[in-house]
């Protein structure tokens, strides 16, 4: 979320708010951070869950 918020805030800054010679570089680094957020997430999501590990576990007869 973090990547997300902070490249929206950079787009909108580095369109309406930056001065004309710094727009094009704040807007690219907020459209890379956007791209991380948009590869954090898929990484996140594509994982595969751990097998729970059996030695830890009780047994019912004990």
């Known amino acids: 979320m973090m990547f997300y918020a902070t490249g929206i805030v950079g787009i909108v800054v580095g369109l309406a ?4 010679s710094m727009t094009v570089m704040i807007t690219f680094m907020a459209l890379i951070n956007v791209g991380l957020g948009a590869f ?9 869950q751990k097998a729970p590990d059996k030695r830890k576990k009780k047994r019912k007869s004990d």
């Open 40 to 48: 954090f997430t898929f990484i996140f999501l594509t994982q595969v």
């Open 17 to 20: 708010v930056a001065p004309p």
